[in-house]
């Protein structure tokens, strides 16, 4: 799943491991004015356990207004939606054996939305298996 436009986006993709391990490739750039900041990881797990996936679940079902999961190495996904439906994804990248991290922020607007849960759903249970 791709989350922004050609400047700034975060992609997130699932990306077994040898040993048939759960874990993701994530790239983040965000560019503007000759500047360009990137980051990936190739290599990165998700907190998957019973009460994420519930918490996603109320967020997605607009239970709850926000979400946030775990990655490995120091990372997170946060998630709020706001009073028109749009979410903005908040997420730390971090890779221990470089000592490097990068933070940012993408939205996806609120007509998107629904697609992006159903996605990211998808993506949640990929990795819990």
Not at 43 to 50: A, I, K, Q, S, Y
Not at 52 to 58: A, K, L, R
Not at 84 to 113: L, N, P, Q
Request: charged share 25%; net charge negative.
């Amino acid at each position: 799943m791709r989350i922004g436009h050609d400047e700034i986006f975060l992609l997130i993709e699932s990306e077994p491991l040898d040993g048939g391990y759960a874990a993701m490739r994530v790239e983040a750039v965000a560019s503007a004015s000759g500047r360009k900041f990137t980051a990936s990881h190739d290599r990165l797990m998700m907190v998957t356990d019973d009460s994420t996936v519930q918490n996603f679940s109320d967020f997605a079902s607009l239970k709850s207004g926000q979400f946030e999961t775990t990655l490995t190495e120091n990372g997170w996904l946060r998630f709020k939606r706001n009073s028109h439906g749009a979410i903005t994804v908040r997420y730390r990248i971090g890779s221990w054996k470089v000592s490097a991290a990068m933070e940012g922020e993408v939205v996806v607007e609120g007509e998107f939305a629904n697609a992006f849960c159903r996605e990211f759903s998808i993506l949640l249970r990929s990795q819990k298996a």
